[in-house]
């Protein structure tokens, strides 16, 4: 099948999953022939067509090992925020808001059922079509790769009727297809080590914080993760942010600010809506709303005078 690949502002999240479906087939050997290079805007029926065709030919086993491309394909800065999530938690809520960023007609649903095992579900938003067994396979897969990766350990997925999918690294081949709307995502925790006081030095301790804040701006900080990262208690950073009459919401912020102005002065870069997802923003409303308060314009605008 020939995928017409182009890309809009609106659609990034979709043209990101299609361009991971395309890597992940080729990694296959299974020859998908891209239209144009570039991104992935393909109706959503023939998306169904495409990887329900890959199924009947390769079964599902094909489907699954899709998401083994997520490691090596070409940079991909929506796949790059997901895997610097802290956790799994964390990778699953960056998820979540990347659902809202996009027009997609289904949502991933979590259950925490244990500290190191999630349920996860994979359904219509609201009253419309449900995910088929084929899109809901790739979704678990992926999401059970990027676990893999921000937890540094092997997951154990299966259906919630007990059929495993995936278990000590690898992809377990099904004989039918599973009729598959929701998965368990298990795994043994890693031990963390020792968080140790150190002294940093008030002269460079905001750069310092706005750095760590800036990496990831994804993250949904606290302040208590923000204090782990630079070697302090909570309540030391906390004093020490106030000596400088600076606040903890008030960095995480600027950090976003920061992060969406960088890309909005790329006029080849993200589009819009993911440069809002990328920096961090829980939606598109939020990105607009944070960004005019803080600049005094509107993302769209300040590109408009400032894109080089």
């Given at each position: 099948?020939k995928?017409?690949?182009?890309t809009?502002?609106?659609?990034?999240?979709?043209?990101?999953?299609?361009?991971?479906?395309v890597?992940g087939?080729q990694?296959?050997g299974?020859k998908?022939?891209m239209?144009?290079p570039?991104?992935a805007?393909?109706?959503?029926e023939?998306?169904?067509?495409?990887l329900?065709d890959?199924m009947?030919?390769?079964g599902?086993?094909?489907i699954?090992r899709?998401?083994?491309a997520?490691?090596?394909?070409?940079?991909?800065p929506v796949?790059?925020?997901?895997?610097n999530a802290?956790?799994?938690?964390?990778?699953?809520?960056?998820?979540?808001?990347?659902?809202?960023?996009?027009h997609g007609r289904h949502r991933v649903?979590v259950?925490r059922?244990g500290?190191?095992?999630?349920?996860l579900?994979?359904?219509?938003?609201?009253?419309?079509?449900?995910?088929s067994t084929?899109?809901?396979?790739?979704v678990m897969a992926?999401?059970?790769?990027l676990?893999?990766?921000?937890?540094?350990?092997?997951v154990t997925?299966q259906?919630?009727?007990?059929?495993?999918l995936?278990?000590?690294?690898?992809?377990v081949?099904?004989?039918?297809?599973v009729?598959c709307g929701?998965?368990d995502i298990?795994?043994h925790?890693?031990?963390?080590?020792?968080v140790l006081?150190?002294?940093?030095?008030?002269?460079?301790?905001?750069?310092?914080?706005?750095?760590h804040?800036a990496?990831?701006p994804m993250?949904r900080?606290?302040l208590?993760?923000?204090?782990?990262?630079?070697?302090m208690?909570s309540?030391?950073?906390?004093?020490?942010?106030?000596?400088?009459?600076?606040?903890?919401s008030?960095?995480?912020?600027?950090?976003r600010?920061?992060?969406?102005?960088?890309?909005l002065?790329?006029r080849s870069?993200?589009?819009l809506?993911a440069i809002?997802?990328?920096a961090?923003?829980s939606?598109?409303?939020?990105f607009?709303r944070?960004?005019a308060?803080?600049v005094?314009?509107?993302p769209?605008?300040?590109?408009a005078d400032f894109a080089?």
């Amino acid at each position: 099948m020939k995928i017409d690949a182009t890309t809009s502002d609106q659609d990034f999240a979709s043209a990101a999953m299609m361009r991971l479906v395309v890597a992940g087939l080729q990694r296959q050997g299974i020859k998908v022939e891209m239209g144009r290079p570039g991104g992935a805007h393909l109706p959503r029926e023939m998306k169904r067509a495409l990887l329900a065709d890959v199924m009947a030919a390769h079964g599902p086993l094909a489907i699954l090992r899709i998401a083994d491309a997520a490691h090596d394909m070409s940079p991909e800065p929506v796949v790059q925020a997901l895997m610097n999530a802290a956790d799994a938690g964390d990778l699953l809520d960056r998820w979540q808001r990347l659902e809202r960023f996009s027009h997609g007609r289904h949502r991933v649903r979590v259950e925490r059922p244990g500290p190191s095992r999630y349920r996860l579900r994979h359904g219509a938003k609201d009253d419309g079509p449900r995910a088929s067994t084929v899109e809901t396979l790739l979704v678990m897969a992926v999401l059970s790769m990027l676990i893999e990766q921000v937890e540094g350990v092997e997951v154990t997925m299966q259906t919630t009727d007990g059929q495993v999918l995936r278990e000590k690294g690898r992809w377990v081949a099904a004989d039918v297809p599973v009729a598959c709307g929701s998965c368990d995502i298990e795994w043994h925790p890693r031990v963390s080590d020792p968080v140790l006081e150190n002294g940093v030095s008030d002269a460079g301790l905001v750069d310092d914080l706005r750095r760590h804040l800036a990496a990831d701006p994804m993250r949904r900080w606290t302040l208590h993760e923000l204090a782990r990262a630079t070697g302090m208690s909570s309540r030391t950073l906390q004093r020490r942010l106030a000596a400088h009459s600076l606040t903890f919401s008030g960095l995480v912020a600027d950090a976003r600010l920061q992060t969406a102005a960088q890309y909005l002065c790329d006029r080849s870069g993200p589009g819009l809506a993911a440069i809002g997802f990328l920096a961090g923003y829980s939606d598109q409303a939020h990105f607009t709303r944070s960004f005019a308060r803080a600049v005094g314009t509107t993302p769209a605008v300040y590109r408009a005078d400032f894109a080089v």
